[in-house]
Nanobody, 115 residues
Framework: VQLVESGGGWVQPGGSLRLSCAAS????????MRWVRQAAGKGLEWVSG????????YYADPVKGRFSISRDNAKNTVWLQMNSLKSEDTALYYC?????????RGQGTQVTVSS
């Protein structure tokens, strides 16, 4: 299983970023995917999730209405569109999937929101 995140960077408050997660090594279309984040000195925080077929999406309250998760099972990719970014969104963002009892996570992509 390999998950590779990209798309992070520095952005001013109010700006947007689109994160990507390229998956390989498993049948992507069979699995729920999620984004989690970890701010410096804090624990992991669940951000958003999407059903295996993309029919349902889920969001944590702090990002609801600002972030949008999507996936393309033909491309084995999941995205996180982040709009109206705030300083409190600054974190290392990971995509994850659970296969069997194993939580698989990528290396993360850093998002920094600052003026």
């Amino acid at each position: 299983v390999q998950l590779v995140e990209s798309g992070g960077g520095w952005v001013q408050p109010g700006g947007s970023l689109r994160l990507s997660c390229a998956a390989s090594g498993f049948i992507f279309s069979n699995y729920y995917m999620r984004w989690v984040r970890q701010a410096a000195g804090k624990g992991l925080e669940w951000v958003s999730g999407i059903a295996a077929d993309g029919s349902k999406t889920y969001y944590a309250d702090p990002v609801k209405g600002r972030f949008s998760i999507s996936r393309d099972n033909a491309k084995n990719t999941v995205w996180l569109q982040m709009n109206s970014l705030k300083s409190e969104d600054t974190a290392l963002y990971y995509c994850e999937t659970v296969i069997g009892n194993i939580n698989n996570r990528g290396q993360g992509t850093q998002v920094t929101v600052s003026s």
